[in-house]
């Protein structure tokens, strides 16, 4: 190798080197002849006790070719207790490696000491510290152009970056850290590239809430003010899109997002608090979102675009927990109808909607039924889900034919992870696309057969990740052994007749990934919701104001992004429903005291009020008496009218009653909708009937006119007896003789009393006869908000 060849030239620095390393070894004779004494474990615990980090920052290029220089840069960091001394840092390339499994195990190991191999490119590409005190972190840069590596045949080389030095406890030279990463050798393009198709996803979590404002343009409200923060310069959607735009993807995006974002910029849009209150959303973030809406726009044109059902709604949930739920399953067809509308409407091109992606691409036999259920008949999986159990000493292309016309489009799980975790930091970020390269060098090495490969990374990067992933595409595309292709040219491909294509079984599906599933109570909460939002929809009269923010609402109930986060999937569901509620009340009846009847017939107003925006109609509204013995409701047991109300008013609706007998009757006043739902809370109040029979009142009057009679006939009587006494008094009276027997107007003749007079006035009442009737309409005042015409 290079050092060898540098060893025995005139240089200074290789002897140097050699003298260093022969006086180190002959200092630690002693030490060693004392570690010969010492347990069997003892020497290999040494050998793997690291005390000096070693990050790899930088490697430029990713995938040299002829005539490049390699530039290696990064820090080391004395982790330890004791100064490093003689300190120096080199670097190694070991063999070729064979496999993508070989790959795997150097990236399990890749900081420890002892598994470190291969040979030094020499010291002349070397940097070298006097001290390294604990705690203490230099940087480091090394250049070495690529002739100077001796690298051989093309394929995938372990890369060592590693300190040597001294310690107080160890005085030889040998190795205190390292960092093991890969280096892909194509030097002059492939003979047979792989087609390889990388998703570019663009999604986020659940911001917009059901509430919209009372005006025209129905302002909408956001959860937080999050998005925003996404969309600022520097945000990870902003960088998504800016890193994007110069790549050969495939553009997968949740029109969640895309309404989301649109919605702040065509109009003003308030935030949720917590107090339930709302504040304006400011006019800089509106700005923002216009900027990244216009930038999208650019960044897909000429570009394949999948749009997900809307929401990004998860599949594994619904088919584990949601179809035993009626009515689950359509929503997944609602918010796939509505995807492709709003793609187009916000990014002017038309996606396609023929994919389904369950999270991490895990299926099994009731996930792709539910999948394939709206609509989408190819299904983006993941080899480590769908694994390869044929014996095929290659990886297979990515279309796998599973039956009933239906394409598993299976992703390379190691790409596809590749770039998860935290990536912050420069050093795991250089070592993810390292290894990325490396696996897509190796697996096109495998055959000459050219094969379609898809990349199906995590739903939701990280900015950080998203860099990463950007890095390694640019020196992929740019590259010598792949070629780009879109999503649908994959699924479309030839499909390796070798390769698996059996559905794993449900019992297989990975127990971490059910735990996060959404819970049953999660979907029965979400038909509840609907029920209602079904029953209210109904008296509207411009239903898509209601209807269509509380449909996407019920959509990202299902969403993806609330894995992990099941205690604000609740809230979130509970608010929605709460909302509906509170619309729902806002049309109802006015509550009533008790109504009074003083007749045999009257009218009984019940009041509905509106104070919704909009008109509401197809409303019954029935009065029903709960005795209807007594009194009556239209001549029934009860009565309906529909009812119609104007937004913001209030109708007051009149019924016909008819009273039997007198006493206090319960009455029930209940809206339905035409369709025969209840609609909102009864409202029930006492009806009391004093009536007055007509038999009394002639009883009455009868009595009255004999009192007169009979005071007449006094007056009369007694009128006469004066005349005649007056008559008596008077001349020739005298001597008259006695009264003649039988006269009537004879002084000694005694007139009936009046008491005995009235004729009738000893005969007993009659408590049968019937009460008379009285005014039709009762005096008393009407309940509040009423209005009776009188």
């Known amino acids: 190798m290079a050092e060898a060849a540098d060893f025995q030239g005139t240089s200074a620095s290789p002897a140097r080197r050699w003298l260093r390393r022969a006086g180190a070894l002959l200092a630690a004779t002693p030490v060693l002849a004392g570690l010969l004494q010492l347990p069997a474990a003892a020497p290999a615990q040494a050998a793997s006790s690291g005390t000096v980090s070693v990050?790899?920052?930088?490697?430029?290029?990713?995938?040299?070719?002829?005539?490049?220089?390699?530039?290696?840069?990064?820090?080391?960091?004395?982790?330890?207790?004791?100064?490093?001394?003689?300190?120096?840092?080199?670097?190694?390339?070991?063999?070729?490696?064979?496999?993508?499994?070989?790959?795997?195990?150097?990236?399990?190991?890749?900081?420890?000491?002892?598994?470190?191999?291969g040979s030094d490119v020499g010291d002349k590409y070397e940097e070298n510290f006097d001290k390294l005190a604990p705690g203490v972190a230099e940087h480091f840069s090394i250049s070495v152009p690529m002739d100077k590596l001796d690298l051989g045949e093309q394929g995938v080389y372990e890369f060592a970056v590693a300190l040597s030095g001294q310690t107080s406890a160890q005085q030889w030279d040998h190795v205190l850290g390292v960092q093991r990463t890969f280096l892909p050798w194509q030097p002059s393009d492939a003979d047979t590239k792989?087609?390889?198709?990388?998703?570019?996803?663009?999604?986020?979590?659940?911001?917009?809430?059901?509430?919209?404002?009372?005006?025209?343009?129905?302002?909408?409200?956001?959860?937080?003010?999050?998005?925003?923060?996404?969309?600022?310069?520097?945000?990870?959607?902003?960088?998504?899109?800016?890193?994007?735009?110069?790549?050969?993807?495939?553009?997968?995006?949740?029109?969640?997002?895309?309404?989301?974002?649109?919605?702040?910029?065509?109009?003003?849009?308030?935030?949720?608090?917590?107090?339930?209150?709302?504040?304006?959303?400011?006019?800089?973030?509106?700005?923002?979102?216009?900027?990244?809406?216009?930038?999208?726009?650019?960044?897909?044109?000429?570009?394949?675009?999948?749009?997900?059902?809307?929401?990004?709604?998860?599949?594994?949930?619904?088919?584990?927990?949601?179809?035993?739920?009626?009515?689950?399953?359509s929503h997944l067809k609602d918010a796939t109808d509505v995807a492709t509308t709003t793609v187009k409407t916000v990014l002017h091109v038309t996606p396609s909607t023929d994919f389904a992606w369950p999270v991490n691409g895990a299926v099994d036999p009731s996930i792709m039924k539910v999948a394939t259920?709206?609509?989408?008949?190819?299904?983006?999986?993941?080899?480590?889900?769908?694994?390869?159990?044929?014996?095929?000493?290659?990886?297979?292309?990515?279309?796998?034919?599973?039956?009933?016309g239906t394409t598993a489009v299976v992703a390379d799980a190691r790409l596809s992870?590749?770039?998860?975790?935290?990536?912050?930091?420069?050093?795991?970020?250089?070592?993810?696309?390292?290894?990325?390269?490396?696996?897509?060098?190796?697996?096109?090495?495998?055959?000459?057969?050219?094969?379609?490969?898809?990349?199906?990374?995590?739903?939701?990067?990280?900015?950080?990740?998203?860099?990463?992933?950007?890095?390694a595409l640019k020196a992929l595309q740019g590259g010598t052994w792949a070629e780009p292709q879109d999503l649908t040219a994959a699924?479309?491909?030839?499909?390796?007749?070798?390769?698996?294509?059996?559905?794993?079984?449900?019992?297989?599906?990975?127990?971490?990934?059910?735990?996060?599933?959404?819970?049953?109570?999660?979907?029965?909460?979400?038909?509840?919701?609907?029920?209602?939002?079904d029953n209210f929809r109904v008296i509207l009269t411009d239903q898509s104001r209601v209807v269509t923010p509380f449909g996407r609402a019920i959509n990202r109930e299902m969403s993806t992004s609330w894995r992990g986060r099941g205690g604000e999937a609740d809230s979130y569901r509970g608010g929605v429903e709460a909302w509906l509620d509170e619309l729902a009340r806002q049309v109802d009846l006015i509550d009533k005291s008790e109504t009074k009847l003083s007749g045999r017939s009257a009218t009984i107003p019940v009041t509905v009020q509106n104070n919704l925006v909009q008109p509401v109609g197809h409303l019954v509204l029935r009065l029903t008496s709960t005795q209807p013995t007594r009194l009556k409701i239209g001549?029934?047991?009860?009565?309906?009218?529909?009812?119609?109300?104007?937004?913001?008013?209030?109708?007051?609706?009149?019924?016909?009653?008819?009273?039997?007998?007198?006493?206090?009757?319960?009455?029930?006043?209940?809206?339905?909708?035409?369709?025969?739902?209840?609609?909102?809370?009864?409202?029930?109040?006492?009806?009391?009937?004093?009536?007055?029979?007509?038999?009394?009142?002639?009883?009455?009057?009868?009595?009255?006119?004999?009192?007169?009679?009979?005071?007449?006939?006094?007056?009369?009587?007694?009128?006469?007896?004066?005349?005649?006494?007056?008559?008596?008094?008077?001349?020739?009276?005298?001597?008259q003789g006695p009264e003649e027997p039988g006269n009537p107007e004879a002084p000694g003749d005694r007139l009936p009393e009046e008491s005995d007079s009235a004729p009738g006035a000893d005969e007993p009442e009659q408590p049968s006869d019937p009460a008379p009737d009285t005014a039709p309409e009762s005096a008393d005042p009407s309940g509040t908000g009423e209005r009776v015409d009188r």
């Open 491 to 533: 699924a479309e491909d030839k499909p390796d007749p070798g390769a698996t294509t059996r559905i794993p079984s449900t019992s297989v599906y990975p127990s971490s990934l059910r735990r996060q599933e959404l819970p049953r109570a999660a979907f029965e909460q979400i038909a509840r919701t609907q029920d209602k939002l």
């Open 417 to 471: 992870t590749a770039f998860e975790g935290d990536l912050t930091k420069a050093g795991s970020a250089t070592l993810a696309v390292q290894r990325f390269l490396a696996q897509s060098l190796e697996l096109n090495t495998q055959t000459d057969k050219q094969r379609s490969i898809v990349v199906a990374p995590q739903r939701i990067p990280t900015a950080s990740q998203a860099q990463a992933m950007a890095a």
């Open 194 to 329: 792989t087609r390889t198709t990388y998703l570019w996803p663009l999604l986020s979590t659940v911001h917009m809430t059901a509430k919209t404002g009372a005006g025209e343009l129905q302002t909408p409200e956001f959860r937080d003010d999050d998005l925003a923060k996404e969309l600022a310069p520097g945000g990870r959607l902003a960088q998504m899109v800016d890193l994007g735009k110069d790549l050969d993807v495939t553009w997968v995006i949740d029109p969640d997002l895309l309404a989301s974002v649109d919605a702040m910029a065509v109009g003003n849009y308030r935030i949720q608090g917590p107090d339930g209150t709302s504040t304006p959303g400011s006019r800089e973030h509106q700005a923002l979102a216009k900027q990244w809406l216009a930038g999208l726009q650019k960044a897909v044109a000429g570009k394949e675009v999948v749009a997900l059902p809307f929401a990004d709604p998860d599949l594994a949930s619904l088919a584990h927990r949601g179809t035993s739920v009626t009515g689950s399953l």
């Open 55 to 117: 990050s790899l920052d930088s490697l430029s290029p990713s995938a040299p070719t002829d005539g490049d220089t390699l530039t290696v840069s990064g820090t080391v960091t004395n982790t330890g207790r004791r100064a490093v001394t003689d300190a120096h840092v080199g670097l190694r390339v070991g063999s070729p490696l064979t496999s993508r499994s070989a790959i795997d195990s150097v990236a399990q190991h890749s900081d420890e000491p002892q598994a470190v191999s």
């Open 635 to 735: 001549g029934n047991a009860y009565y309906e009218q529909p009812v119609e109300v104007s937004g913001g008013h209030s109708q007051s609706v009149k019924f016909t009653t008819s009273a039997n007998a007198n006493g206090r009757v319960t009455v029930l006043a209940q809206l339905y909708t035409q369709d025969g739902q209840k609609y909102g809370e009864p409202v029930t109040f006492d009806v009391k009937v004093t009536e007055v029979t007509p038999t009394v009142m002639l009883v009455i009057g009868g009595g009255v006119l004999l009192l007169v009679l009979a005071g007449f006939r006094m007056y009369t009587q007694r009128k006469r007896a004066a005349a005649r006494q007056s008559g008596d008094d008077g001349p020739g009276t005298a001597g």
């Open 373 to 404: 259920s709206a609509g989408a008949d190819r299904v983006i999986a993941r080899s480590d889900s769908l694994q390869d159990t044929s014996g095929l000493p290659y990886t297979p292309s990515a279309a796998r034919p599973v039956g009933g």
